[in-house]
C-alpha cells in the first residue's frame, strides 16, 4: 500500500522545470496528470509546474516557458516530481535538497525520472534503497552516491514513498504505475488506450525490452507465426512448432527471430505467456494454478518461476497489489 491516497479535491502533484531542460519528460508528466478525466467519475490530479525561480525557464530549442510557482508550492503538494537535472556532475542547489527533505519529512511522494534521481540522491531520499536511472547515469551516480544500491537494469523501482525511474519512456510507465496504485488496474489501462502505449511494463523489466514482433520487412513469415502463438498461448508450443508454421527450417527459424527481436523464440513465448496472465490476476479471483494452464505453461510451479524472473514478485503478490 502507498501511503499516499488520491484526496478527493484532487491529488496535488507538482513537476521541477528547471533551465536547459527537454520537454518530453515534462510532457509525460502533463499529459498524465495535468490533463482534466471527466469520464473517470472520481477527483482526477491537480497539476502545477514549477521552478526554482518562478518566472522563465529555459528549454531545449531557444523556447521558454514561465512559472509563477517557486520551490514553495514544489514542496507542498502531495507528489513531487524531478524530471530531470541541469548536470550531472553537479550538485543541486540545497535549496532544492531542503524543499526535497521537508516535502519528503511531512509524507509527501517523490518521484524522478531519468537524471532527476540525483536531486533526490543529494537529498539522502536514497540512502540505504535501490534507485535506478537512465543506464547511462548508472556509474555516476554509484561514484556520486555510494550509499545507493544502483539498479540499472529495470525501468522503475517504487519504495512506496520515494520512487525512481530509468530513462525517458520509463518515466510513462512510472506514471502510469501510479496511477494504477492510486485508481486500479482498470483506469490506468482506460488511460494508457489514450495514450495508445501498453498498459502496464513492469518496473522490473529490462530497460532494454526485447521488441515484440519483428520489423523486417521480409520477415512475413515470422510475423505470422507470432500471430498463431499469441493466439493460441494455451496450446504446447515449441520451436519447431513455430518453425513450422513459418515455412522454415528450426535453425533458419531461430536466426531470422533472434535477427528480428533480439531473443529466442521460447524466451518471446515465456514473457507473452506472463503478460497475459496479468489480466487475469487483476481482474479475476482464478485460482492461481487456473491462471497457469490458462495461459499455458505447465505447472503452476514453472508460471512462479518464470513469473519471478520477469515481474520481481510472485503471481499473488501481484494480484493483492492490482486486483481491481
Known amino acids: 500500500m502507498l501511503l499516499h491516497q488520491v484526496r478527493s479535491r484532487g491529488h496535488q502533484v507538482t513537476v521541477l522545470a528547471y533551465d536547459g531542460m527537454s520537454l518530453f519528460e515534462m510532457g509525460i508528466v502533463t499529459e498524465v496528470f495535468g490533463l482534466p478525466?471527466?469520464?473517470?467519475?472520481?477527483?482526477?490530479?491537480?497539476?502545477?509546474?514549477?521552478?526554482?525561480?518562478?518566472?522563465?525557464?529555459?528549454?531545449?530549442?531557444?523556447?521558454?516557458?514561465?512559472?509563477?510557482?517557486?520551490?514553495?508550492?514544489?514542496?507542498?503538494?502531495?507528489?513531487?516530481?524531478?524530471?530531470?537535472?541541469?548536470?550531472?556532475?553537479?550538485?543541486?542547489?540545497?535549496?532544492?535538497?531542503?524543499?526535497?527533505?521537508?516535502?519528503?519529512?511531512?509524507?509527501?511522494?517523490?518521484?524522478?525520472?531519468?537524471?532527476?534521481?540525483?536531486?533526490?540522491?543529494?537529498?539522502?531520499?536514497?540512502?540505504?534503497?535501490?534507485?535506478?536511472?537512465?543506464?547511462?547515469?548508472?556509474?555516476?551516480?554509484?561514484?556520486?552516491?555510494?550509499?545507493?544500491?544502483?539498479?540499472?537494469?529495470?525501468?522503475?523501482?517504487?519504495?512506496?514513498?520515494?520512487?525512481?525511474?530509468?530513462?525517458?519512456?520509463?518515466?510513462?510507465?512510472?506514471?502510469?504505475?501510479?496511477?494504477?496504485?492510486d485508481h486500479g488496474p482498470s483506469v490506468a489501462n482506460m488511460v494508457a488506450r489514450r495514450l495508445v502505449v501498453q498498459p502496464h511494463r513492469d518496473g522490473g523489466q529490462a530497460q532494454f525490452i526485447e521488441a515484440p514482433m519483428p520489423d523486417e520487412p521480409d520477415d512475413d513469415r515470422l510475423s505470422r507465426s507470432m500471430e498463431w502463438a499469441l493466439g493460441n498461448l494455451t496450446e504446447p508450443i515449441t520451436v519447431e512448432t513455430l518453425a513450422r508454421r513459418a515455412h522454415m527450417s528450426e535453425r533458419t527459424y531461430l536466426r531470422h527471430f533472434a535477427r528480428a527481436t533480439g531473443t529466442t523464440p521460447i524466451r518471446w513465448l515465456i514473457n507473452q505467456r506472463v503478460q497475459a496472465s496479468l489480466a487475469l490476476l487483476e481482474a479475476t479471483g482464478t485460482p492461481i494454478e487456473e491462471v497457469a494452464a490458462a495461459v499455458g505453461f505447465e505447472s503452476t510451479v514453472t508460471y512462479r518461476h518464470h513469473f519471478g524472473q520477469a515481474m520481481r514478485t510472485s503471481p499473488s503478490a501481484y494480484r493483492r497489489a492490482f486486483h481491481g
Do not use: K, N
Open 37 to 181: 478525466r471527466p469520464e473517470f467519475d472520481r477527483a482526477w490530479y491537480d497539476l502545477t509546474i514549477c521552478a526554482e525561480t518562478p518566472g522563465p525557464v529555459r528549454v531545449i530549442g531557444g523556447a521558454a516557458l514561465h512559472t509563477e510557482h517557486g520551490l514553495d508550492t514544489f514542496a507542498a503538494a502531495g507528489t513531487l516530481i524531478v524530471p530531470g537535472v541541469p548536470d550531472v556532475r553537479a550538485d543541486p542547489s540545497p535549496a532544492l535538497v531542503a524543499a526535497l527533505r521537508a516535502a519528503h519529512s511531512r509524507g509527501a511522494r517523490v518521484m524522478s525520472i531519468c537524471s532527476g534521481v540525483f536531486a533526490l540522491a543529494a537529498a539522502g531520499l536514497l540512502d540505504g534503497r535501490r534507485a535506478t536511472t537512465h543506464w547511462r547515469y548508472a556509474e555516476a551516480l554509484r561514484s556520486r552516491h555510494p550509499a545507493v544500491d544502483v539498479d540499472a537494469d529495470v525501468l522503475y523501482i517504487d519504495h512506496g514513498d520515494v520512487l525512481t525511474s530509468a530513462g525517458s519512456a520509463a518515466g510513462l510507465d512510472l506514471c502510469l504505475h501510479v496511477i494504477r496504485r
